[in-house]
T-cell receptor, first 109, second 118 residues
Framework: QQPVQSPQAVILREGEDAVINCSSS?????VHWYRQKHGEAPVFLMI?????EQKGHDKISASFNEKKQQSSLYLTASQLSYSGTYFC??????????FGSGTQLTVLP | GAVVSQHPSWVICKSGTSVKIECRSL??????MFWYRQFPKQSLMLMAT?????????EQGVEKDKFLINHASLTLSTLTVTSAHPEDSSFYIC??????????????FGPGTRLTVT
């Protein structure tokens, strides 16, 4: 079953922060986050493997609440290059990924 | 490291013909490759899981006789769309996951192949 992402879309000004949420009705082995630009393949951002894990790179970080079966992606001081569609992917028992519906992020100058 | 290539990048074909798309892991061995399809402004939908040396596992609703998958080696998986129809037009993306010696958790995506059936 497809994880649910919220919000569906967000528009920011450069330098503003954003949070994207991902929740699943099934138990999660891990949560993967990807960003996709129009017409391109998804680019891996990070993976969270354990409940309670938090991880970050540059000004993008994520957390994983295993009990609540939720993950959140935090974008701090957003840059123009952050624009794109963000997908969370939840991993099933066969290591296949089921992607959420996506969150379209637009960063304006 | 962890580069996945796809060929071709785009293809236009006539209705009723077959099209083959290749997915290669260039710098690691991929025991498992995944094939996704993405329609405009929609999410990636998993079509099938391809394991080297064995039959692919198809997701519910995906016709295995129409979408033939072959994973002949640890670096190559192919998807053949047989008797293509306009409704098969889509963006097809593969991803690869490494074996124990390579990347173990991340999936690395190919650049995608845009198929247009006229």
């Amino acid at each position: 079953q497809q994880p649910v992402q919220s919000p569906q879309a967000v528009i920011l000004r450069e330098g503003e922060d954003a949070v994207i949420n991902c929740s699943s009705s099934k138990a999660l082995y891990s949560v993967h986050w990807y960003r996709q630009k129009h017409g391109e393949a998804p680019v891996f951002l990070m993976i969270l493997l354990k409940g309670g894990e938090q991880k970050g790179h540059d000004k993008i970080s994520a957390s994983f609440n295993e009990k609540k079966q939720q993950s959140s992606l935090y974008l701090t001081a957003s840059q123009l290059s952050y624009s794109g569609t963000y997908f969370c992917g939840t991993e099933g028992s066969a290591r296949q990924l089921t992607f959420g519906s996506g969150t379209q992020l637009t960063v304006l100058p | 490291g962890a580069v996945v290539s796809q060929h071709p990048s785009w293809v236009i074909c006539k209705s009723g013909t077959s099209v083959k798309i290749e997915c290669r892991s260039l710098d690691f061995q991929a025991t498992t490759m995944f094939w996704y399809r993405q329609f405009p402004k929609q999410s990636l939908m998993l079509m099938a899981t391809s394991n080297e040396g064995s039959k692919a596992t198809y997701e519910q609703g995906v016709e295995k006789d129409k979408f033939l998958i072959n994973h002949a080696s640890l670096t190559l998986s192919t998807l053949t769309v047989t008797s293509a129809h306009p409704e098969d037009s889509s963006f097809y993306i593969c991803s690869a996951r490494g074996n124990q010696q390579g990347p173990t958790y991340e999936q690395y995506f190919g650049p995608g192949t845009r198929l247009t059936v006229t």
